[in-house]
Every structure is written in structure tokens, then in C-alpha cells.
């Protein structure tokens, strides 16, 4: 065997036990969930009667155990994540379809988890069991059925209108009354659409990455193949992968100049999540090119727009949910987190002027409702903007005004942020490691909020427990681990 020979070799080697290490790290994950995710609870869940994960749950020694493995697969498939930058540093050391196969086989053991780092998947079938019963979840909250809170879903959305599109209503109304009610064939289902939004992702990020003179292997580590992502979207069910793939195919189509493609593309996101409409003006600038008139502007935003709209109002009128969500997409003050910027101040003004005698709800209702006024003014002024070189980034930015100043904001709406950012421009090596310490910082933060352990043992207990281990184990990676330590000093900036 020849040195180039043996260099291959030794490659390939290196490739394959990245992705049984991962695959190895995300076995202990969906392990570690049966004691520690998220658990059915409905009269209809055959686990939930099964004895071997009761006990699993009820026995303090089981759910310790199940906390620490989960701690070690997070760090160990980050550890992964980190060790495979090399790989996609320099075009022809590694295929996208070699790529591919590491993350399917990161991915892989997710398939069979109880839901992880959210219970989101549990409301995405109230909202569909509320649909089949003939109810609007953009009208009334999952509460207006009885039953609810056994389904598994946060009480958040009890009384709150659903944020999602019509399309994904109608894909979770088809996939409850597929699953008869049985919440395990449910969230099994569910996770095979998320799957699919994954290899969405994959594939149009290589796309839109191509049209923007960035390495297609690169992207796809920094955004598919973050363990933020992966353990979000196939260990957590959730449907922003979908979202994602949407309005990355919709800006590939505009870069082909397809604006039938692209506007139809970014139609089915906001489907999915409403908020993505905020791309539209973008993609009419893509579709101008360089240094248009003020008045070229509007001319083809007219003309996306009238197209976006003939492709909701079909979608609407498929789905007779019409354009219910437009005002759900306002209306989420409702639900708001306290740990939210604007949530956080809508909470106190709210509640001083509560002491003083107003009105707590509409206080609320004015404090959100100038945030948002603030997010849609950076929107149009960043749509304005002279310099349109890169319509992708400042789609960047106003959707990170949009995420912001909004009165919610879960941890994985970073990832849509990242995404962007990510596939806008060749980010510096700084950015990058900044990128990787702060999805570990989410993902501990996530891991220790949602363990789901309340019923049966003291929560502050058990989740102190789990952030010291989690905090302890990432500095470790960071600063003790040899290997991880080489990479992060590494190059500048990814080469395409």
C-alpha cells in the first residue's frame, strides 16, 4: 500500500469512528431519556403502563443515572461536533454524502427517545386533535378540550392561540387521527416529518451555500450538524427544521431567479411558522440583483407579494384555516416568558401598573405591542437599506430584530439565527468558536429546564444536580480535553 494509499486509509478510519462516537453519544441520550424525557401520560400510552419505565422513573437511583448519561452524550456529541471541523475545513477532504452519514448515524438513535429539551411535540397534537374536533387552535387554546393536560403539552398553551401555519396544523391533525390517539405512534410520526426537515436542511443549506460562495460541507457542520440542532429537532420533534428548509430553498430559488419556486417555497414555511413571512421582502431583493431603483423595489414586491399571496390563500382554502394565523402571529404576548427581554419588561411594567390599579392584561398587550412596532421599523428599514449586496443577511438581522424584541423566545429560535448567519457570509474563526460555546451554553440550559422529573422527586434537587454536572463536563471539554483543545485554536476562517 502506497503513502497515499495509507493516508486514505487512515482518513477513512478517522471518519468512521467520529461517526460511531457520535452514534455511540446520542445512544446514551435516547437511553438516558426513558428516565428523564419527556413521558406520556395518556390513558392510551401503552408506556405509560409499563412497569420497567415507572420504574425507571420512580427510583431516584435510575433517574441520577439517566441525568448522568445524558450529561455525558450532550458533552460527548459535542466533543464529536468540535472534532469534526477539520474534516470541512478544506474542499476535498471530505464528501457531502461522506458528511451525510456521520450525521445520520448522529441522528439515528434519536429516532427512538422519548421527547427531549421540549415537550413541544405533546401540544402539536392537541393542536391537531383540536382540528379534528373542529376547532380553530388559532381561536381557542388546547384547553377547550377536555383532556389536555394528560396529553403531555405544557400548560403554556392552554389558553393561548397556536403559533403554527395552517400546513403543519393540518400535517399534525393527520397524524393524530392516524395515531388513534395513542401519543407514542404520534410523536414516532411526528419525528419521521422532523427527520425529513432535517435532510431539508441538509440538502438546500449545500444548495443556498453553493449560490453564495460558501463550502457546502461547512454550512452543514456549522448548522446541521450542530448537536444544538440535531438533539432539538429529531430528539425534541420539533418542526423548525421544516421551517428552515423552507426558506433556505426559497432564497436558492431566487438566487436561480424562480420566483414562482421561491415564493411558493416560502409559503409553505410560513405555514409551518408564520414568522418567516419577514423573508419576503428579501426575497424580492435577491431577485432584483445589484443597485435597484427605489421604485424596482416596490414593483417586485408587488409582484412576490401577489404571488405569496395566491400561494397562502391555496393553502388556506386546502387547509379552511384561511389566514387565522396573522393574528395568532400578534397575539403571542399571551404566552410570554418571563426570562424574555420584552416578556421580562412587559412582566414588570405590567404588574407595577397592576399595583397601581390598571388594567395587568392591557398594560401588557401596549408594552409588546411597541416592541413589535420597534421590530417591524428595523425590518423595513433594513428592507430599505442602500447596500443590498447580501439580501440573505439582512434577512439575518431582521429576523433576529423580529426573535429579539419579541415576547417570547425559546432557545431553539438561536438556531434559526445561527442558520442564517451561518450561510450569509464566511464568519470568522472568533465567530465560530463564539457559535460553539454558546449552543453548549443553550444546550445546558435546555437539558436542566426540561427534565422531566417533577412528579416524583424534588425538582430543584434533581436539576441543580444536573446543571453542576453539565457545567462541570463542558468545561472539562473546553479546557481539559487535549484533542478538543487543538481545534478550537484552530484556522481563521473555513476555506471553501
Not at 33 to 58: D, H, K
Not at 229 to 258: C, E, K, P, Q, W
Request: charged share 10%; hydrophobic share 55%; with cysteine.
Amino acid at each position: 500500500m502506497g503513502v497515499q494509499e495509507r493516508k486514505l486509509e487512515a482518513n477513512r478510519l478517522s471518519l468512521s469512528s467520529l461517526a460511531w462516537q457520535g452514534f455511540s453519544a446520542s445512544a446514551l441520550v435516547t437511553i438516558a431519556s426513558w428516565g428523564v424525557g419527556w413521558f406520556p401520560r395518556n390513558q392510551l400510552s401503552p408506556l405509560a403502563r409499563t412497569g420497567f419505565f415507572i420504574e425507571f422513573r420512580t427510583d431516584a437511583i435510575g433517574v441520577i443515572s439517566c441525568i448522568v448519561l445524558m450529561a455525558l452524550g450532550i458533552v460527548w456529541l459535542t466533543r464529536c461536533w468540535i472534532l469534526a471541523r477539520p474534516w470541512v475545513q478544506t474542499a476535498g477532504e471530505i464528501t457531502g454524502r461522506q458528511l451525510a452519514r456521520i450525521l445520520a448515524m448522529w441522528s439515528a438513535p434519536l429516532m427512538l427517545s422519548f421527547p427531549i429539551l421540549s415537550r413541544d411535540v405533546y401540544s402539536y397534537l392537541a393542536q391537531g386533535r383540536m382540528l379534528h374536533a373542529d376547532k380553530s387552535p388559532y381561536a381557542e387554546g388546547i384547553s377547550a378540550l377536555p383532556g389536555w393536560f394528560d396529553g403531555g403539552s405544557d400548560g403554556l398553551w392552554a389558553q393561548s392561540p397556536s403559533p403554527y401555519g395552517p400546513f403543519f396544523l393540518v400535517m399534525a391533525r393527520i397524524i393524530f387521527f392516524a395515531s388513534n390517539g395513542i401519543p407514542e405512534v404520534g410523536v414516532g410520526l411526528l419525528r419521521i416529518i422532523a427527520a425529513l426537515g432535517v435532510w431539508g436542511c441538509y440538502h438546500f443549506t449545500a444548495k443556498l451555500a453553493q449560490k453564495m460562495g460558501q463550502s457546502a460541507n461547512w454550512a452543514n457542520w456549522a448548522i446541521v450538524g450542530n448537536p444544538l440542532f440535531l438533539l432539538t429537532m429529531i430528539g425534541g420533534v420539533h418542526n423548525d427544521a421544516l421551517m428552515i428548509a423552507g426558506v433556505f430553498s426559497a432564497f436558492a430559488y431566487a438566487y436561480d431567479r424562480r420566483p414562482i419556486a421561491a415564493t411558493m417555497a416560502l409559503a409553505i414555511a410560513v405555514s409551518v411558522k408564520p414568522i418567516v413571512l419577514l423573508a419576503l421582502p428579501f426575497i424580492g431583493l435577491i431577485l432584483l440583483g445589484k443597485n435597484p431603483t427605489m421604485r424596482q423595489r416596490w414593483k417586485i414586491w408587488a409582484k412576490v407579494a401577489a404571488m405569496s399571496l395566491t400561494w397562502l390563500l391555496l393553502i388556506g382554502a386546502v387547509t379552511n384555516l384561511w389566514f387565522g394565523w396573522l393574528l395568532a402571529m400578534f397575539t403571542a404576548g399571551d404566552a410570554a416568558f418571563p426570562y424574555a427581554p420584552v416578556g421580562l419588561i412587559g412582566w414588570l411594567v405590567s404588574n407595577l401598573a397592576g399595583a397601581l390599579g390598571g388594567d395587568i392584561s392591557l398594560v401588557n398587550s401596549i408594552v409588546v405591542g411597541i416592541f413589535q412596532v420597534i421590530a417591524l421599523i428595523i425590518i423595513a428599514r433594513l428592507a430599505l437599506a442602500k447596500d443590498i449586496s447580501n439580501p440573505v443577511r439582512l434577512a439575518a438581522w431582521a429576523l433576529s430584530a423580529a426573535v429579539l424584541l419579541a415576547p417570547i423566545i425559546q432557545p431553539w429560535y438561536i438556531l434559526w439565527l445561527m442558520a442564517l448567519f451561518a450561510i450569509s457570509h464566511r464568519v470568522s474563526w472568533g465567530s465560530e468558536k463564539l457559535m460553539i460555546h454558546v449552543s453548549s451554553m443553550i444546550l445546558i440550559a435546555v437539558f436542566v429546564d426540561q427534565l422531566s422529573i417533577e412528579q416524583w422527586h424534588s425538582a430543584w434537587i434533581m436539576k441543580s444536580l444536573a446543571g453542576v454536572l453539565a457545567l462541570g463536563l463542558f468545561i472539562g471539554l473546553f479546557t481539559a480535553d487535549r484533542k478538543t483543545r487543538h481545534v478550537l485554536r484552530g484556522p481563521k476562517a473555513p476555506k471553501a
